[in-house]
Every structure is written in C-alpha cells, then in structure tokens.
C-alpha cells in the first residue's frame, strides 16, 4: 500500500529504445518483429493500443509459471540461515521482528522461539548458490536459475496472496497475469488456448485454488486461462459424445454452418460468422489438444529426466512435461499450480516429500527447454505466494516444528526468457526475517515478467468502469539487474 | 487559426443547459470529425479532462500537481500557485491560457500531459479545448449530478411511427442522424424476443399458435401482460438482482463452505413477482430491520447486505476481514444503487468524481454497525452456514407467513440479515488512512456525499435514513441508474453504456433526453417496475426487426441509435433454460436450496482444501437435474463451468453488466455438455413417438427450439441429415450415443431412429440464432 507511487521508469523515446535494441538482439530476430510506432505524435490515442503486439522487441515469447502453492518455506530450500540453527529454541529479537503483524494463528502464542532448519544445505554451479539436500536435482541447474530471496508480498494469508501474484490485487475480479498476456501478445497458436490451467497436489497440507486465479476478469473471455486435466477430457467438454467419430462430427458442423449462413443471409450480424469460426476452432481444438496431451511419443530419455512418474497424469511431473509441449506448440502462458506446501506444523516430514515431488520434474522442464533451444525464449517461474516465518509455529520438539505465513520475504527462481542466468539476487537478513538488499515487491516482479514479454507494464492497461488497470495496479517497476 | 470571438460565448449560453449530441469521444475519431458549433463541456471537455488532466489536477488533494485543480471554473481561472501572473484558463482567450498552451505546446518539457504519464491528447482534443476557451470555457455540473427534469417530446418526421414516448426520442436521433426505423420484427422473432426477455424461457407451442393466431390490434399487448403474468417473470427480472447483489451459495475465500442464503433469493423472485415497487424493494433491502414494527419478510430482505464473501480461514486477523465486509456493503451501495465507483474513494480521494476519502467512509458509516464478526467460526456443519446476525425460518413461517420460501424439509434453516448493535455499543467509524484497516485517521459522522445530494437533516442517521436519501425524488442518481440497468436487460447496452458508472470517467449517455424522462417518469409513477418494463417492451423502438443492413452496419454498428431491434446471444442460465425447456424436461419449481446438475468431474475435488460440504460434488438425480439455471448451486470458487463459460457473474462483487463474448468453448458446451445431449434426446423421443413423418418431427423440433416455424430449405437440408445419419449408423455407435444423462429411454421405441433425431435435434440446438434473442 505504501507503493502508491508511480513509477516512470520505462518512459521510452526512439533513441533508446534504438539502442537497447542493437545491444540486446541479434539483427535476425530484429527483421521480424511488428514494432508499432509508440513514439511518434500522430497516433490517436496511444492507450488504446491494439492489443496483440507488443510495445516493444521481447525477450521471451512465452512463459510457465510452477506455482508452489501453499508458500514452501525458504528457509528449508533456498535460503540458508546458519544462524537459525545457532541460536535455535531462542526468542525472535523484538528488533527484528518489529511491528509485523502476525496470523491468528500465532497471535496467541506466548513465544516466538527462532527455528534452524532440519536439512543441510551446499553451494553449488559457478554461481556458487545455496541449495538445500532436498533439491538435489534443483541444485545441478543452478547455473541456468536466477534465484530472487528477496520477495516480498502485502498479504499475510493465502486467498488474497495467490490474488495478489496472480491479478496484481488483493481482491478479485481482475485478469489473471496470463489473461493480461493473452490480452497484450495475442496467440501464437490457433487450434489451442492461449491461457492454460494445470493443477496437481503435493502430500502437504493443501490450500484450495480455484478458477477465479485464471480469470479474465473484465477482459474478453477468450483470454481466460482454460484448465487441462488429468483424465479423458482434458478440456471441459472437448470430448465428443459416445458414438460421435470425426466424420460425424464433421458432417454435423458443416449442416450447421449452412443453417448458421442462412440466418447470416438474413439479419447480416457479423456475430453469426464469428459463431461459425468458434465453431471451427472448437473442432481443431478437440484434435489439437488430444495430440498434445499424448506424451506416448516423448523419448525415453525425456522420461527418464522427469521421472517415472511423468507417466502418470495429473501428478506435478506429468503437467511440466505438457508445460513444455503446450509452450513448444506456443501457448502463451501455462499456469501449473502444485498444491501442498503449507507447513504449519510437521515441516520436516511433509516438506522432505513435497520437495522429492517437484524437484526433478522442475529441473527436468528447464533443462528439457534449453537442450531444444527454447529456454532464450520461454521464461520459467518457480515460486510460492509468501514465505515463512524463522520462528516455530506450535510446539518446538527436537525433530519437529511449524512455520507460519510471512509475507516479509521469501524465495523464488526464474530461468530463461532473458532473465540472468547463475545468480543469486537480494539479500535476507541472518535470521532470515527481513529482507537486508535488494527487496523486490511484487508489482516489480509482475513488471519484469511483462518487460521480458515486450509489455511495458505501465502501458498494457484497460480502461474498465472508469479506471485504467493494470497488472501492477498503481505501482511495480521493472528489476534491470535480473535482465540478462 | 481562428480568432476569438464574443459572438459565440452568447450562442454558448443561449443553449446552455441542452445536451449536444452524443457520440463524441471514443466511437468518433475520424481524420474528418468536424467541431461542434457549440462546444459543451459536459459533453466534449469534461470527458478529455477526466481521462486525460485530472489524475494530477482534480479531488484527490493529495495527487494534485501544482496546486492546480482543473475540475473546478474557481479553481481554473485563478492565478497559478507557480506563476501568479498567470492563468490555466483565461475566457475566450486560449492564447493566454497556461493549460492550452501546454497541452500545444511542441516542447515535451513543458508538454501536458507529461509523456511520462502515459497520456495523450489528440490533435482533435486539443481543438475542441482551444474552441471551448475561445467560447468562454463555461464549466457545468457533472450531468448525471443534476436532478433529471422530464423533458418534452421532441419533433419527429416520421409522426405514424412512435408507439409510446420512448419511440419520440429514439425516432429523434435517427432523424438527425439521418437513420430510419426497421420495420417491424415478423410475430415469431417478436414473440420470442419477448418470451426470452420477460421470463427467460423461450414461447411455448401454445403461446406460440395462440399469440400467430391472434389478429387483433393488442395482440401484441396481451402477450406481454399474459407473460408479465408469468412466474418465472419474477425469475427473469432476478437472476440480474442476483449479479448486482453477489448472491452465492457458499461463503468464498479459501475454504468456501457452504452456505444457505437462498430464502434471501427467493423472496426476490417473489418480491418481483408481486411487482414491489422499485422503492419498497430496495428500502427493505436496505434497512427492512430498522422499519417501525419490521416484519420477518422485511428482515430476510435485508439478506442483501450480507450476501457478501465472509471468511473462513483460521489464522486471518477478523478486523481486517470485518472491514472488507463493510468496505463490500459500500461498494454495492456505490456501484449497484447509485451508479458510482465509490470504491476508489476507499484508500484515496477520487481522482474523478467529486467524492473525497471522507464522504467514503460517512457512506461507510452507515454500514460499520452491524453486530457481526470478521471470523465467526471455520468451516464447519450447518451452524456455519450464516452467520450472525442471522434469523431462523421456522417451518410454521414458512406455512404462514413466509409462504414463498420453498423450503423442502424440516430441518433448521438459517439466513445472514442485517442487525445492528445497540447505540452504547455503536462502534465509531474513522477515515481509514490508504484504506487500511489498522490505519485509522479522523472520526466521521454518517453521511452522503454532498455532490450528489447533501443528507436530509430529517432523516435518521441510519439505514433507514439512507434509503430515504436514495429515494428522494431530487437525488439525481437512483432512478436513472435502474432505469438503466433494465433499458440494458431489454435493448442489451444502456443508455449510459457503463451502468455501473455514471461519474466522471463513465460514458455520457447515448439518449441523455430519453434516460431523463424514463428517470421522472418512472418516478411519478411511483417507481413501478413492471409499468416500466412493459414501457419499454411495447415500444416500437423494441419490436422493430433485428436485420442489420450493411448500411446500418457502417453507420451505427454499435446500434447506438436503435435503428434495428437488440439481437444479442441470451445469458448462462437461460441458455440452460431454453434446452430444458424445448425438450420438454424443465423442472417448473420456483426457489428452495440450490441444485447440483451434470457437472464434468473431479472440478471442486482439483481446487479445494478438501474441508466442508462442498469439498467434494455430490451430483444430484431426477427431477432436481432439471431445474432451471439459476439455481445451480454457485460456489464461488469453483462457479459452474457451462455458466461460466458464457459469461455468467462468479458473484464474487457486485457486478451489474455482464460481458457477452463468443467462444470455442461455448461451441463445445452446446455440443457435448450432457444436459444438451440428454435434452437433444428426449426431445427426440417424445417426437418419435407422435405419429408423423421425419420432416413434420423435425419442424416440431425447430419451433420448439428456434422459436419460429423452418424455412422449406431448413427442413430439406435436417430431414436429409437425418436420412443420412439413420442410414449411417451403426447399431453399437447408436447405442453408446443414446447412453447420456439419466432420464429413461421410452422402452418400445426404434434406437436407430432416436439416435439420429438426437443428432437432428441437436444440430438445431448449437445453431447460433438458437441461442440468440433475434
């Protein structure tokens, strides 16, 4: 809230927009990229943009964004604090944790004693980066991570936190960050969605997500994040009825679009024709996303990289690996939410195995990406909505603990798309409370994403009831060092 | 360049007062546009300065640059703070105009706005100011602050034309537009454009030969009163009451638990049905419990106020969340009542409009009283489902008095209302600073804001006194925003295009004469709805045909001026009622708990915490697979797919305009969504079983669905398909086709046969004027 301050940091002129362009981009990519003409004076009104180009020559084309849900704590991942385990059972220093507002659920505690983590921690790559024992296979791609530990959110509970990384504000009813991508870039891809939902569950104590995170909000419906599930219908209503082949279903919509071009012939409302299109895009979706889903021809090698249980549908491995075909086939934005990581109590055991979940299917999907040549241009999140706290929710036993919500800091990493690879960005203090350098709020995190897009986040807007929003509301500014 | 001139400031203030025409601003942006004779700064400036100036130099104190506020004539005309000798605006003299200078000026240094802000004028923008200050750069009170005065009939040419008042208006922008009338829509388009739009289900066969057979002059006339008549009117005229109020049937955030606020709903069907008039309406909602000898009917009113999300997450601190209960009510109140984003005002003055954080949290006052907790309990069993202040609906009320509330058991039944605490307990209301709910500033006192229409000193610093505010016949909002919100039900945009915004930054209207004696005239009928709908549905602005010729289409494609009858796809719930119903299959029971249809699986089980009554779908069987949409039990973090899918609201916030896109998706819901195959196939059923040839069946078919007799070809072309496909079949693919849904196969009927009329009747069910109100 205290960010109400509006940043003018990528106030472009042809100049420099000129000469970001001979530094960062080879003259190839240069050719076919639309750049319209933002600068000059004669356009009509330039927040009215069409939609669909970007404002500038991106860096990355598309993005996947693997979703922690529930908040993993950093402490047990990234974010190495010694310390913790030094003066482990000791009360939290008022001084550092200052006026923090607390959870209800640890309001009433009457101590706050600190907690050092259960799990050993080495540095690894050349970017000599921390990583715990629980990500071994994390630990070996550190070299392609830019991993940020200083995070930080406004919101302290899960609800308003997952709406506020996803929507750019706490309450809903806004556009999801890849309905503002769908709505800003446009598709790449005709016989598939340009938005899409994969959602799988961890052993941990799960939080719900639920559809209005892959909303658009007050933008048009087509830019809503369409969920593909487990199962024979991996899109609502793809499949056909029993008995109904191809052939059938072809026959059946070529009757209607004469009908439909019939009612056209009639009233002239060009509703009708774009009816009959949907028509069509419905039908080359329900061949397109079948083959897409179908991971029977994926080579051994690329099983063996994400694991066993990649075979398995619905399970987090399995949605990176259709992470990676539905970017590969240019889906704009593919949104994994993995739930299971909140902690509160028992975070030794749930976390070690909610960790063995994800870890090699996440280092598998960027490794998968850079061997095909595609991680320059796909951009990979990993990352909860908040982190958690260095003190002990509940009972602190010798082998046993909790964490609780901690918007203060927390940790997440990008890969490709851009974004400087093997480095470590901003600084938490030694206890792991506050964040000491570098802090990243984030509407700056939102901003970077949509820069690495070719968006400036200050100019992809829609006016709505009024008021032009944006993903990062009224604040956000990009975070160059993270450029590569 | 034009010099200034005197002469036109008189030719301004001759005509001061009347509104300019009404597309300026973003639909025309032509090269060519011309500049009005007249610049209005109602209509041509104030637009541009709330868009383009006032961010920096309008209300908000705290935003404003240079100490220069340009939304007020004292303000603008004063010496500026930084160069006193000075002035943004100088009457009729743009060159010695600071603002005009700067916003010409090729310097982008001294260019306004600054490039950095993202902003622009157009070369079109900046004339019409450099016009206005040449004319004497006259400022007017925000149009929809001024109390509408019922203005005259205007002239019109074509004088056989108007059937009520509403056709001078509209027939009178056409004629200046140089647009004519379409002529009448044919009965059958007619008929079913009523039917959908007064009861949201589609003609039956009866009314359909009925109202084709009826010759007579108030043929027409008869029908609306006869479907006016109709319970499922009150249904129709809810399910957008039901948007604006975020009605759902679980209370959202994380573990969205069930909830049973639906008595709430069914006294709004009622209270429509027995046409409450639009002032007893929403007062009960407001304050029914603050009414002298309130009832309980009046009490389950007040169920409006607390339809909102109410948490049930363990571990959030309650004030917070107590704060955003009240922060909703005032919204709603702000957006669905009066037609203002009062939201904005939460954390700051506004930018726009002339509310300031103050006049915010003096509306909030009225609404912080209310003896509720931010957490009552986590989820959990039926004690959780209101929660207090709640009332209990007993089984003898329901006999007695509260006749209308469908309630199927005996079971204890509980409602969230309003209440308030007892005056020694009152809480105080303080101006939240940033809109924090730990951050509180000065005390307020209840309170309106004043731009709009100051608080009557006689009336109650309560609710009560609120709605009597709201339904003062000077305040300038209330009837023009419901009025509107209807026109958008029947015509599919509203005059003022963005209902929930009739500020600064919201569209002007279309027809501001027209919006202003509907307001009057609804108000000195004694705010009747259904007097005003059937206004408004035996317009001949209404019944004129839906064609859309390409010259029509080039001139007005957005049919601002009504040239043509409204054509537009029908909501969620409607397109589920209009299959239900053809086939023969709705379920006619008006209200009570909340239904689980078809539903693709695994969807509530994939987005849960996996606590509480709805963490997992429990599909209901029978007749309750049949009911219409509407009552498709809403869990608002999960809402139901095929609803969602076109567009239907998640009842998270208030919302007053739903969009109306055109989707694959909705492409594959028609097509294999169960509920349209089971209807497909018993419809299919019930034809084969009358004694008539295919072709007779399948124009039965398209009557019942389309709403209008086949066209010879139509026929030709389904009867072939159907040959076709009975030709086709295979006995096991035709088996496995009839095998959806759960409603019996008639036992001696031919398989084959069903299984490609089903095809048929389907085919007809995913034609585009099916689900499209023509």
Known sequence: MEKEILEHGFNFNRRRFLSRLSLGLGSAALGSLMIPDLFGGNSADDDSLPPGIPHFAPKAKRVIYLFQNGAPSQQELFDYKPKLRAMMGQEIPPSVRGTQRLTGMTANQASFPLVGSFVNFQQYGQSRAWVSDLFPYTAKIVDDLCIVKSMYTEAINHDPALTFLQTGSQQGNRPS?????????????????????????????????????????????????VQFSKGEDPVLYLRD???????????????????NDMAYQEFGDPEITAKVKQYEMAYRMQTAVPEVMDLSKESDDIIKLYGPECLVP???????????????????????????????????????????????????LVTDLKQRGLLDETLVIWGGEFGRTSYTQGKLTADNYGRDHHPRCFTIWMAGGGIKPGIVYGETDELGYNIAQNPVHVHDFQATILHQMGLNHEKLIFKHLGRRYRLTDVSGKVVNDLIA | MLKWSFYLICVFVGITGTFQACNTGSSNRGEEEKLPDVV??????????????????????????????????ENAFKALQENPTAHALVAGKPELSEAYLRISTQDTSLLMPPPSSNLKLTAHQIKLIEKWI?????????????????????????KEWPKNEIDYFVLHKQEQKGLSPNEEADKERLLKRLSLDLTGLPPSLQLMDQFMADNSANAYEKAVDQLLKNPAYGEKMALHWLDLARYADSHGYQDDGYRTQWPWRDWVIHAFNKNMHYNDFVTWQLAGDLLPNSTKEQLLATGFNRNHKITEEGGVIPEEYRISYVTDRTDLFGKGLLGVTMECAHCHDHKYDPFSQKEYYQLFAFFNNVKEVGIESVIGGPETYAKKPLMEISDAEVKNILTFVNKPDTNRLIVSVMGDLEPDTSRKTYILKRGVYDAPGDEVQAGTPSSILPFNANYPKNRLGLAQWLFDKKNPLTARVYVNLLWQEFFGKGIVKTSGDFGMQGDLPTNPE?????????????????????QMVTSATYRQSAVITPEKLKVDPDNVYLARGPRYRIPAEFVKDLVLSSSGLLNRTIGGPSVKPYQPPGLWEGATSGRGLLSTYVQDHGAKLYRRGMYTLIKRTVPPPSMAIFDASNRDLCEVKRLKTNTPLQALVMMNDPTVLEASRVLAANLLQEKTEAKDKITKAFRLIVGRK???????????????????????VAEKALAVGEYPIPAQIDRMKLAAMMRVVSTIYNLEETITKT
């Open chain 1, 241 to 259: 009825p029993e008995g109904m082949d191809r052939h059938a279903r072809r026959d059946m919509l070529d009757n209607l679009a004469q009908l």
């Open chain 2, 514 to 534: 027209l919006l202003d004696w509907l307001a009057v005239d609804f108000m000195s009928h004694n705010w009747d709805i259904k007097r005003l709908v059937k």
């Open chain 2, 710 to 732: 086949p066209r010879e070809k139509e026929v030709e072309m389904l009867t072939a398909y159907y040959e076709k496909e009975l030709k086709e079949i295979k006995k096991p």
């Open chain 1, 314 to 364: 619905g399970t987090f491995a399995a949605n990176c690996l259709l992470a990676r075909k539905l970017s590969e086939n240019g889906v704009r934005f593919v949104q994994l939410y993995h739930q299971g990581w909140d902690q509160h109590g028992n975070l030794p055991f749930e976390i070690a195995k909610q960790a063995k979940d994800v870890d090699q299917a996440s280092a598998a």
């Open chain 2, 134 to 158: 040449k004319q004497g750069a006259k400022y007017e009170k925000h149009w929809a602050f001024v109390a509408p005065k019922k203005p005259a009939l205007p002239e019109v040419d074509q």
């Open chain 1, 177 to 225: 960050m890849g309905s503002w991508l769908s709505y800003g870039l446009g598709n790449e891809n005709k016989n598939l969605p340009n938005f899409t939902v994969l959602l799988s569950r961890g052993i941990g104590n799960g939080q719900g997500v639920y559809s209005k995170l892959w909303s658009n909000g007050f933008l048009d419906s087509i830019h809503q994040g």
């Open chain 2, 40 to 73: 209005s700064y109602n209509f041509d400036i104030r637009p541009i300065l709330s868009d383009k100036c006032l961010a920096c130099h309008g209300p908000d104190a705290n935003k404003r640059e240079a100490g220069l506020r340009l939304d007020i004539a």
